[in-house]
């Protein structure tokens, strides 16, 4: 339970993070190219990198709070995407290069797939 609420309270914080870095960028960069997303999933595949470094070099085992709030909660609330980052990073550390190479391309392809997939169904089968 206690994991549950730091999550969650982690979570809340990186929702409202996001909604904030998007509206600013959203009001400073304006076009056809979707920005605000490319900033907050760059910016949090970063935050991603430094506190999981952070905490595997500077904290002990037993601060697994740390990372369920901060990693898993407020970056995973700010943008999914620093997860998706570190584990096709993972991927590539530990030798898997190929299978790295495959998850980022058939998560990127599946996913726009199934959203496409989601609005035929929603919008009553029409194109």
Do not use: C, D
Request: charged share 5%.
């Amino acid at each position: 339970m206690q994991a549950l609420l730091l999550v969650g309270a982690g979570g809340a914080l990186g929702a409202m993070a996001r909604y904030w870095v998007g509206t600013l960028v959203g009001h400073a960069y304006r076009g056809p190219f979707p920005y605000a997303t490319f900033m907050v999933n760059i910016l949090g595949s970063l935050i991603m990198g430094l506190v999981v470094g952070y905490l595997a070099r500077f904290t002990p085992a037993g601060q697994g709070w740390l990372r369920l709030f901060i990693a898993v909660g407020i970056l995973g609330g700010f943008t999914t995407f620093s997860s998706f980052s570190l584990e096709a990073a993972l991927l590539i550390e530990r030798g898997n290069l190929g299978l790295s190479f495959v998850y980022v391309l058939s998560s990127v392809v599946a996913g726009v797939i199934a959203l496409f997939i989601g609005l035929f169904v929603m919008r009553g089968g029409a194109a």
